[in-house]
């Protein structure tokens, strides 16, 4: 018996020593990416452009509907905090009155307040009838 827990826990030490040897991983951060998509026959082809000089961002180009998007300083500013690699393409067919069919470029976050963690959704999206819109929605837990 005493040669069995003997083993094991060598075997313990042994795993534990290897363990030791790892090393630790970082991520990367992105500094500037162009993400492109052939779209559908509705949006055409889609394309995202940004640069982030840690978490401020720098610039941003959105295109879609054969329409090119530069943001403003102002709009380009409300995206601080939002991480560039939470980029998120989505788009919906939408109802003609509120500017029909809809690219959504979202991104998100995550953060306490006062213990309590949040996440809100910052959404650049353009339609193909009223172009671009920037809204900022807070997720319900």
Known sequence: ????????????????????HASEESYISWNRVRIESNGDPVTGMIRFEAGVDGEVWKSVRAF?????????TGQVARLRGYPLNSLVITHEAGYKELGGHTVHFMLSRQFYEKKILREKRLYISISKGK???IHEREMRR
């Open 131 to 133: 172009g671009l819109e």
């Open 1 to 20: 018996m005493k040669q069995v827990l003997w083993m094991i826990l060598c075997g313990v030490v042994t795993c534990t020593a290897m363990g030791a």
């Open 64 to 72: 879609a509907f054969g329409r090119t998007y530069d943001l403003s």
